[in-house]
């Protein structure tokens, strides 16, 4: 690319799939992103830009003009042009809604009505539906005279004249059972509709437990409104664990990793900010000190041990809880038994390191009461690290913060100001 | 639970498909675990089993004797019970062969030729086939014939009388295409087999990237071995997420949050000791400056600061790294470019919580050199962060060790070690 011999590239352009080049606009500088972007075919635009992470997506869609937008929507299913919409501006969308036809706009209009990561968000509206009175016989001449099946198409669902849903009839039901049976015997009852309110996160859990590959989407009425499939399904699970990685370090999941260097200092500095207000909090508490600093100078040594330990510490509780409250296994009735557990681990390393940095605090600064004071304030810091590693993201998903975006930087003030303090308080008292 | 009712909680438990029953045992302290756990009925035992945590797993399975380990293998598909024996002592392993006919037999055996973490460890071997010669209507009655498909069956695979991959056909293509029409004429050539030798994360991203429900495995003589369907994707692409999760904190993605206490603590404190070592590196920096310290007791009050700063900084160039990383968006072509920007992000922030640090110190200690000094430790600091933030998971990506689990540490070993000696020699050679 660098050398300037487009041809090639153009040609593994083409042997990519949209998912493929979107990953490859994503790895690639401004420059030479500009470039090969200009170079993807028309009727894959669509399908690029639904792949790219925010960031990448709102910079290559602000150097598109109206047609090429209108262009690019008009390649998409329904679901993905309802995703693509709400990152347009309101101009845009309403040339788009122009372009479509009365039925596609009919539909793209019944999914914008849902919040966009709810199971109606999340839709398609290209179900195949057939009635429970009629044979498989029937049912196959249809399917014959109708044609190519939407992607991901595992099953129909079987509605009432008022489009109540009562079950799905899987393709390979079709094609195994006798000809002359029934809809209404053949199909599988068990396959249970989703809400439309339902949330993107438990729709995925329920893709996962009951394995499915596609699920029938509902209205309050049980009337049938569109389809859930597994691609989508991935694409949520995938984001949502982006989401809790990059949150830990403050970041966003929509983070383009070149994006311009303004944009990202600025972000970031955020971050930086929240967590310099509660550095100089810790601060705050050694200059409480300063004398006994000042005396003790070994103390000053000791003071990123004593708090990184428990930085360490708590952050593996925090860890284990952000996960399990994720999963949904953490409630009213187990907190207790998992704090015991946590503060028993706690007890256990907290000796056992407080003994191994006493030895060597021995060795080091010859001072037994010294290796004392230290050995304490291991064991005090471990404790209050598990008591933070429990309740502050407890607390944080009771009152409806995500403990992955905030939990880190609190429990490490928890952590730096209570092993400080342990520490000089300690040392102040027994050594001075 | 609690109050002895059992009859509500087994009524309730036959209401859960597998994974669901799964979690439950995962949420619950091991009392109740156990009670609930003989409650599940055995024809489930097996699919429970496979949906648990590697901890809990083990510690049920160590209470079931060889006879009802064999039974719950026998309710599972082949690929399952390939994951399953893995974690079977090896006469267990011998019983539950010995129990399976000559023709599962073989295909297990065939699974677990391959290495668990691969296509062909993935897989599962209930393929069907049929040839290209023949028309649909003759694949129609043949499946007619055979009754119900395996599940996920999106599509049969063509092979030739060798056993050699040609193509999918897709069930909805024998259902929407003329009866008349070759299986040769019909079928989807572009779906590409797996070689069962590709790793594991790989296939996870070609199903992602080309949406897929499920994929042939072929041997390297292009023979069809196997399929792959998304439903053990997608346990893939989640389990792949909670250890990048876990590793970030130093646990394990099997942890089981009521694991026995001695059990947890000896895990952790190994996780403990190492962060302890880097720690007393950084003591052994402090140590060097003993005397400027007791002289200017302020500088140990804004170590704390300036680390930490260094530290949030640096984790926020590493995790994009890693995220990077795992995408495999970052290579020779680009690193480069990431570390200009990295750095160029790193000044601008520096530079910013440099005047903020520096105003706060002035204001504190009423000292301009101590601001000065405190300000450029941080830039420097910030500077070295993204350094370390880009060729710690570089050279750990390099080398083959996952950047999630040692880079977190490495970084803050650097973050640290540098933070306090940029401030702490520079005010010794301004201060004093």
Known sequence: LAGGR???VRR?????????????????????????????????????????GEDVRTELMRQMDVHEL??????????????????????VTQQILKALDADDRARLEAVLAYEPDTAGGLMNTDTVTVRPDVTLDVVQRYLRLRGELPAHTDALFVVDRYSHYLGALPLDRILTRGETELVSGVMEREREALPASMGEERVAQRFEDADLVSAPVVD???RLVGRITIDDVVDVIRRDAEHKLMSLAGLDEDED???????????????????????????????LF??????????????????????????QTLTLMI??????????????????????????????????????ALMWFHSPLLALVVGMAIVINQTIAALAGIFVPLTLHKIGIDPALAGSVILTTFTDVCGFFSLLALGTLILL
Chains 1, 2 share one sequence.
């Open 220 to 222: 309050d009425g049980n």
């Open 323 to 360: 996960r399990s409250l994720a999963l949904g296994q953490i409630g009213a009735h187990n907190w207790r038994f998992l704090l015991k557990k946590e503060l028993a681990v706690a007890a256990i390393n907290g000796l056992l390191w407080a003994i191994v940095v006493g030895a060597v």
């Open 257 to 287: 990793i070149f994006s311009p260097v303004r944009g990202a200092a600025r972000r970031r500095a955020v971050w930086l900010g929240i967590n310099l207000v509660t550095a100089f909090f810790a601060s705050s508490v050694v200059d």
């Open 12 to 52: 593994a352009l083409h042997a990519l799939n949209p998912a493929e080049i979107a990953n490859l606009l994503e790895s690639l500088p401004p420059q030479q992103r500009k470039v090969v972007w200009e170079m993807v075919s028309p009727e894959d635009d669509g399908e690029v830009l639904l792949h790219l």
């Open 290 to 315: 300063q004398g006994s600093i000042s005396k003790v100078v070994a103390l000053a040594v000791l003071m990123p041990v004593v708090a990184s330990m428990g930085g360490i510490g708590g952050s």
């Open 70 to 91: 209108v262009a690019a929507a008009e390649e998409l299913d329904i679901d993905d042009l309802a995703d693509f919409v709400e990152h347009l501006p309101e101009t």
């Open 6 to 8: 487009l041809l090639p």
